[in-house]
């Protein structure tokens, strides 16, 4: 399994959309549950959303329910996080992740990879 690999952040004004994405390796890909986790400057590692296997299943935090949105294509190896509507507040250090199970809520310390994460910095 090669480390999953985030892309796609950067420099937004509020309001704006951006789209990560998550590249991970083919051979196992499509028997993790991914997802969203993210660290702002000084702060913990917060759950954003995450995705079931086949992607019937999805979960956000209520900071960005209706905001953001989680996909996935099995096909491409690939999980997707689009962010609308961004807020200062959602300046953080994005991280991809996956786990065997989707299971019940998740926590940055029972995750089985991570990203190397991606930036993102909202402007006022």
């Known amino acids: 399994q090669v480390q999953p690999v985030e892309s796609g952040g950067g420099l937004v004004q509020a309001g704006g959309s951006l789209r990560l994405s998550c590249a991970a390796s083919g051979r196992t890909f499509s028997s993790y549950a991914m997802g969203w986790f993210r660290q702002a400057p000084g702060k913990e590692r917060e759950f954003v959303a995450r995705?079931?296997?086949?992607?019937?299943?999805?979960q956000y935090a209520d900071s960005v329910k209706g905001r953001f949105t989680i996909s996935r294509d099995n096909a491409k190896n690939t999980v997707y996080l689009q962010m609308n509507s961004l807020r200062p507040e959602d300046t953080a250090v994005y991280y991809c992740t996956g786990r065997a199970t989707y299971g019940s809520a998740w926590s940055p310390d029972a995750m089985d990879y991570w990203g190397k994460g991606t930036l993102v910095t909202v402007s006022s």
């Open positions: 995705i079931s296997r086949n992607g019937g299943v999805t």
